[in-house]
């Protein structure tokens, strides 16, 4: 049998690495009985918009935190500090994901017992995030309507690793013709069963629904920690 090309086996083996840094980290978000949502979606679609607005509306009756990464600046940590949850940006540099081990650096000095949520911003990109596992127990995979709606289709992997989609910036759908239908037969085709909601950080519409479905999540967690 022939080796493997050298990219492709130093690939494997990052992933792998990467994989045994999200396990301990999976297991830590449980022992703490944290739950953990990662987003992830293409730049300017509306993560750190739709997070501070999450961060916000939950602090209300849960304790939250997030961590939120970028190539560069501190801004979306700047923005996301308005909502008075703890937060703390990672700076990837020429890195176009977050990694597990970044995640763990960044976490080190929290205690994660005094979590109800923990929500990981990763970095705009609709390719690179899809084959890290940050430990996450939820990932959420935000579209906007501008992008338009074939991009389920164009990136089924990331649609594809994902357990929930968001549709944002409804508040602007009209303005750009937006099919809400095609979008989201497109994100089944790729994701047969993913629940879907659409809503805006804008307008707030919307975001009710989405909190309960994540609250209820975390719910069954806790339940299910207890047994
Ligand atoms: N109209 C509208 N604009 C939004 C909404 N969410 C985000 N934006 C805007 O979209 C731009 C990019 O949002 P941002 O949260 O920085 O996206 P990120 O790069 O995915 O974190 C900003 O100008 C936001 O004000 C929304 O629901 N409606
Ligand atoms: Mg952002």
Request: contains cysteine.
């Amino acid at each position: 049998m022939r080796p493997e090309p050298r990219l492709i086996e130093v690939r494997k083996n990052v992933l792998k690495q990467n994989d045994l840094v999200a396990r301990s980290l999976r297991e830590r978000f449980h022992d703490a009985g944290v739950f953990v949502v990662s987003l992830v979606s293409s730049p300017g679609s509306g993560k750190t918009a739709f997070l501070e607005k999450t961060l916000t509306l939950l602090r209300k009756k849960y304790r939250v935190a997030a961590l939120v990464g970028d190539l560069a600046t501190e801004n979306d940590a700047v923005r996301l500090a308005r909502s008075v949850a703890p937060v703390k940006q990672i700076t990837t540099g020429t890195l176009c994901h977050l990694e597990a081990a970044m995640v763990q650096n960044a976490l080190e000095e929290w205690d994660l017992a005094q979590l109800d949520f923990l929500f990981i911003e990763n970095v705009g990109n609709l390719v690179c995030p899809s084959s890290y596992d940050l430990g996450e127990d939820l990932r959420l995979v935000l579209i906007s309507v501008t992008e338009g709606e074939d991009k389920p289709l164009k990136y089924p992997t990331i649609f594809n690793s994902a357990d929930l989609a968001i549709v944002t910036k409804i508040d602007l759908a009209a303005a750009v013709e937006f099919n809400w239908e095609t979008a989201f037969n497109n994100i089944q085709a790729v994701r047969p069963g993913m629940p879907v909601f659409q809503l805006s950080a804008k307008t707030g519409d919307g975001m009710e629904a989405y909190l309960e479905f994540l609250t209820a999540r975390h719910k069954e967690l806790q339940q299910a920690a207890a047994v």
